[in-house]
């Protein structure tokens, strides 16, 4: 009989192999978040599925040497999507007839899925693995982003001939939804240590779209909108000098309005000595310094601590700058220059695109060429 623990780290393994990975810790804290998140049972059913949306006949099939009856199997599958720890349905093509299951990521997935549940347990334990794993070199600059950075409407002029995939309104107004928006689960965690948001009283910010919206909508983490409350969520957010992080996809299923000293990510990325090289992002700063009166409004502003005064004159750190644009609108002078890269980075067409490119990325040539059979023979990846 194999071990609870082991059990366990099967389930890391299998997350592990996932497009957005969840590696192994020295501290194994990762376990202990897996045992708060799913009982054995749960686990070991999890450790068999799919990363591709598979009916129940063919998961049963599966594991049918662990005694459960199809009729037992589909409950314990419903409560696990019910509880937020694996997908149930296709989030990549809502139409399909029949009641499919899948692995979920653990972030952005299982840990964002607890937003009505979250304890202190759950987020200390997710805080002391997002910060050791950093350590263990989980950031890989070769693997593309699964968030990119825009800048906000107010700090684009018509010379940077913005991509739709850059221009916020045009990502909504291109898209035909449903629309949703749900809490900041960063904001949420840190008010619930204690430590309320600095930067902005907003919390229900966090746009999802199109197939991203239903499944929110069916776990219960969301409500649903229309396109023009989706809108004024997205001007309050930019209003507010949030960052805006949609899916790094030209058709993204989530936007994230994120701030500095909350947002896992930006926090993280923080860390690091030179963020700008993990971000998707076709925009930097720059300052005229002969117009800034040093007042010191766009340091304040700025989310990443880009900015900063030296001898009264704003000078724009680039290894951390990720062309945000909240400064531009902000400053008195008009000394904040938003300035597009030489080579634009044009993201996937959707996140299907973006996840098969990580992992493409992730496996190499020969890996590739083996999950692609995998694919073909109907085998699980």
């Known amino acids: 009989m194999i071990e609870e623990k082991e059990i366990y780290r ?3 393994q299998r997350l592990d192999d996932l497009p957005v990975g969840f590696p192994p810790t020295k501290s194994g804290v990762e376990i202990d978040l897996l045992k708060i998140l799913f009982t054995p049972e749960e686990a070991k059913i999890a450790s068999k599925l799919n990363l591709l949306p598979e009916p129940l006949k063919k998961i049963h099939h599966r594991i049918k040497k662990m005694g459960i009856s199809i009729t037992e199997l589909e409950k314990i599958l ?6 937020g720890i694996i997908i149930g349905g296709d989030i990549f093509d809502s139409k399909r007839e029949e009641m499919t299951y ?7 997935g299982i840990f964002d899925f607890q937003l009505k549940k979250l304890t202190k347990e759950l987020v200390e334990n997710h805080h002391k693995y997002i910060d050791e794993v950093l350590s263990s070199e989980f950031v890989d600059k070769s693997i593309p982003s699964t968030l ?20 916020i309104k045009k990502l909504i107004e291109n898209s035909d939804g449903p629309f949703a928006v749900m809490d900041c689960i ?7 240590m204690g430590k309320p948001c600095k930067n902005t009283t907003l919390l229900e910010t966090c746009i999802t779209l199109e197939e991203g919206a239903i499944n929110t909508i069916q776990f219960g983490t969301s409500r649903e909108i229309d396109k023009q409350e989706t809108i004024e969520i997205l001007n309050k957010a930019q209003e507010e000098g949030l960052i805006l992080q949609p899916t790094n996809a030209q058709k993204p299923l989530a936007i994230c309005a994120c701030c500095g000293d909350c947002c896992h990510f930006l926090t993280t990325m923080k860390k690091l000595p030179r963020p700008v090289d993990y971000y998707t992002t076709n925009y930097y700063v720059e ?11 766009c340091v304040e502003k700025c989310q990443m601590d880009a900015l900063t005064l030296v001898d009264n004159v704003s000078q724009v750190n680039l290894d951390f700058c990720i062309g945000c644009g909240n400064c531009v609108p902000s400053c008195p002078s ?13 993201p996937p ?21 083996k999950m692609l059979g995998r694919i073909i023979l109907g085998m699980r990846i």
């Open 148 to 167: 990119r950075t825009i800048p906000v409407e107010t700090s684009l002029t018509p010379e940077h001939h913005v991509g739709n995939y850059d221009n």
């Open 349 to 369: 067409k959707d996140v299907k695109k973006l996840y098969t490119k990580i992992l493409i990325k992730k496996k190499g040539f020969i890996g590739t060429l």
């Open 334 to 346: 008009g000394a904040m220059l938003l300035v597009k890269k030489s080579k634009e980075l044009v």
């Open 78 to 83: 419903d409560r696990m999507v019910e509880k």
């Open 102 to 108: 899948s692995n979920s990521l653990y972030a952005p």
């Open 186 to 192: 960063c904001r949420k965690s840190e008010a619930l």
């Open 287 to 297: 300052v005229d310094e002969d117009l800034c009166e040093g007042c010191g409004i």
């Open 10 to 12: 099967q389930l890391q």
